[in-house]
């Protein structure tokens, strides 16, 4: 396996970096302590998966009663969204919210003399 140079950890603070390896695109993400990075690719139809926005988890908000009152987000669960058609994927793990059976495919990172890098 080699390691690619994605970039420098101070410049990917929010959002996505794509980098291309042998013709395969890949999306690395700031995700907490350290980073996580998943192929560009959503098994939907193909579409830039990693390119689309960061959002907060939407949570349901009950009273009492258990009946809903309204929606919330969960800011410790980011997802992002796929431009395309709207799946959403867990950013900590690459699985498809609305169908845990579809996971984009996932690459190690690693973090070392303040660059990160993926190992493919
Ligand atoms: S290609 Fe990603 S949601 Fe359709």
Redesign the pocket.
């Known amino acids: 396996m080699a390691e690619v140079l994605v970039c420098r950890a101070d410049e990917l603070k929010s959002g996505s970096r794509i980098i291309t390896v042998d013709n395969v695109e890949i999306g690395v993400f700031r995700y907490k302590d350290g980073f996580v990075a998943y192929k560009n690719l959503?098994p939907?139809?193909?579409?830039p998966?990693c390119e689309g926005m960061i959002i907060p988890r939407v949570v349901a908000v009950l009273d009492a009663d258990q009946a809903f009152k309204r929606n919330d987000f969960d800011e410790n669960e980011p997802h992002f969204v796929?431009p395309?058609?709207?799946?959403e994927y867990r950013l900590a793990t690459g699985e498809c919210v609305g169908d845990s059976t579809i996971r984009l495919k996932r690459y190690d990172t690693i973090e070392r003399d303040g660059c990160v890098y993926v190992r493919v």
């Open positions: 959503c939907h139809q193909g579409g998966a796929c395309w058609h709207g799946y």
